[in-house]
């Protein structure tokens, strides 16, 4: 419960001022699960028992069972021995970990079993698509399948013995340390399979097209499928539909009239889109107009190697992405683990056609308990607005707010990188119209805390909404990574209400703008706001008053994870 008398009005200016062996002993023994001794360890976002994980690997929904697999280094909490890890949900929320699906075991692989993604081929019958590190540490592809379809957990893999199945050769062009992570195949026209391979040449980052019959024999097309200069390795490439209308799903092989495509690759540390026309005809991406270079991110902050499957069960396109640590290697192996993956997102195309939104599963919503709800209020210039009642740490924190007097909008007179505009600014800068927003993992004394909020710009006679989150104050240890990130948000607040959903999680936030038109992910790890000890408020750091027209908080219950 929010108390009026708790509601504080404060003066706000004094807060500112990148190799395996097939024999690893496994150790499924949970670390210890004392918050006091880990008050890093999420409560709801999935991470294994310990050690290192890093991409989502090939997540599918097989048997009336979610399966994530995910690069993890059984032997330690850096990268390294990678295999894939795998584990189970029924929910997308409460996990189950099993035996490693592929570890390596072959010439093809012998080195390491990278990224890759799943494909339900005929019968549904699942496959995989991985990038072996071969015996000449060269990156080649591989295919494995089900060793027994009956069963839902699909624990054991073969793989098969002719692999790898694409490989670079002298002829092919392709550089040999550059030519992973395959993505989920779709079927063309034809009736022929199609894959897509990361890859560069030189400093033009690419996605190769290779086709097949049968699924084992492939043959690259003479053509990069798709490139841009400058943009280095793809990693992780994606490629798939979205309906031009609603907000529901389409298995990836889907095309017709009624669908643009989507083209993410994982490059320079975030994971950058192009929506598209796919012509299957010609087998050929075509980009909108004026976005044939990458301008779109799905998250704008701590995101990467992201992948999306479609979910037959709730028919939605459903996406993972990484969220590594930004502590330190020692840290992390003092901590015992390291990365974790953010809630999955629906993901969907906005209805101005323009980009994608994301939001949180739906059944994270089962885990939001003790809710606390404020009635529609001015947030004074200055006003600092605790919210009691809530864990803090382990919350999932909606509020929307209007603004008028936008004619005082601060003007921007040349164009900034939304993240440096955040960090030039950050949470202390007064301007009219903003900051405003929350303030997470804050410590009672406001030593500690990380800001998320919007500034409004007056830019070439438009508004234009900033979202930042400021984890520059997170932490008194500054041996942590402490960036700012930022997002345009694509929103009109002349007509419509700025939304903001933050997830909390112990080290992590997760905050959707705009109705999740802007999507921005930190680490952080305060030493005083753990546990029981942070707080949560909302802030109005700006001259003009703000209209809170909605607050809803909850604290979130601990999800069954291992
Ligand atoms: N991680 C994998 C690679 C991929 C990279 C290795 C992206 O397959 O390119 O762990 O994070």
């Not at 560069?200 to 084992?216: E, H, Q």
């Not at 989507?262 to 010609?282: E, M, P, Q, R």
């Not at 500690?448 to 008194?476: A, G, H, M």
């Not at 003009?544 to 291992?562: C, E, G």
Request: glycine share 8%; charged share 20%; hydrophobic share 35%.
């Amino acid at each position: 419960m929010i108390m009026p008398t708790m509601c504080l009005l404060i003066l706000f200016s004094v807060i500112y001022g990148s190799v395996a062996t097939h024999h690893f002993s496994r150790n499924l023994q949970t670390l210890s699960s004392d918050s006091n001794d880990q008050p890093y360890r999420t409560a709801y976002h999935f991470q294994p028992p310990k050690n290192w994980i890093n991409d989502p690997n090939g997540p599918m929904r097989y048997g009336g069972l979610y399966h994530l697999f995910y690069q993890y280094n059984p032997k330690g909490a850096v990268w390294g021995n990678i295999v894939w890890g795998h584990s189970v949900s029924k929910d997308l929320v409460n996990w189950t970990t099993l035996d490693p699906a592929i570890f390596p075991s072959q010439p093809s692989d012998i080195n390491g079993c990278w990224s890759g993604s799943t494909t339900l081929l005929p019968g549904n019958k699942p496959a995989i698509l991985y990038t072996g590190i071969d015996s000449m540490k060269n990156e080649v592809q591989n295919l494995a399948k089900p060793k027994n379809l009956s069963d839902p957990f699909l624990r054991e893999w073969d793989k098969f013995p002719q692999n790898p199945v694409m490989q670079p050769t002298s002829d092919n062009k392709i550089v040999p340390d550059s030519f992973r992570d395959p993505t989920t195949a779709w079927l063309g026209q034809d009736g022929h399979w199609r894959v897509l391979v990361g890859s560069r040449r030189r400093t033009r980052g690419m996605a190769l097209l290779y086709r097949s019959k049968d699924f084992v024999n492939w043959v690259q097309a003479k053509h990069p499928f798709y490139s841009t200069k400058d943009s280095g390795m793809w990693e992780c490439p994606d490629f798939f539909p979205v309906l031009k209308n609603g907000q529901l799903g389409v298995e990836t092989s889907v095309n017709g009239d009624d669908v643009r495509h989507v083209l993410k690759a994982s490059l320079k540390g975030h994971d950058d889109y192009i929506i598209g026309n796919y012509n299957t005809a010609k087998d050929v991406f075509v980009p909108d107009k004026g976005f044939d270079e990458f301008v779109l991110r799905f998250d704008y902050g701590k995101y990467y190697a992201s992948k999306s499957f479609f979910d037959d069960g709730k028919k939605r396109r459903v996406l993972l992405g990484w969220v590594d640590e930004s502590s330190s290697e020692a840290d992390d192996i003092k901590k015992g683990w390291s990365g974790i993956i953010a809630i999955p997102r629906a993901i969907w195309l906005h209805r101005s056609g323009k980009q994608l939104v994301q939001w949180p599963v739906m059944e994270i919503e089962k885990l939001r308990a003790n809710p606390v709800s404020l009635p529609p209020q001015v947030l004074k210039g200055g006003q600092l607005l605790q919210i009691n009642g809530v864990t803090a740490t382990q919350a999932d924190v909606e509020i929307s707010f209007e603004v008028s007097k936008l004619i005082e909008a601060e003007v921007l007179e040349n164009w900034t990188d939304p993240q440096i505009l955040c960090s030039q600014k950050g949470s202390s800068i007064k301007s009219e119209l903003g900051p405003f927003g929350l303030l997470v993992f804050a410590s009672e004394g406001l030593e500690e805390f990380t800001s998320v909020f919007f500034r409004i710009f007056k830019y070439q006679n438009k508004n234009l909404v900033l979202l930042c989150s400021d984890q520059s104050r997170s932490s008194l240890n500054k041996d942590n990574g402490l960036t700012t990130y930022g997002a345009f948000v694509d929103v009109e607040p002349l007509h419509e209400q700025l939304s903001l959903r933050t997830l909390t999680d112990h080290s992590v936030l997760e905050s959707f703008g705009g109705e999740g038109r802007a999507c921005i992910t930190a680490r952080v790890y305060p030493t005083l706001a753990i546990n029981d000890k942070a707080q949560l408020y909302a802030f109005n750091n700006g001259t003009a008053d703000v209209n809170i027209t909605r607050l809803n908080v909850w604290s979130m219950k601990k999800a069954q994870i291992n």
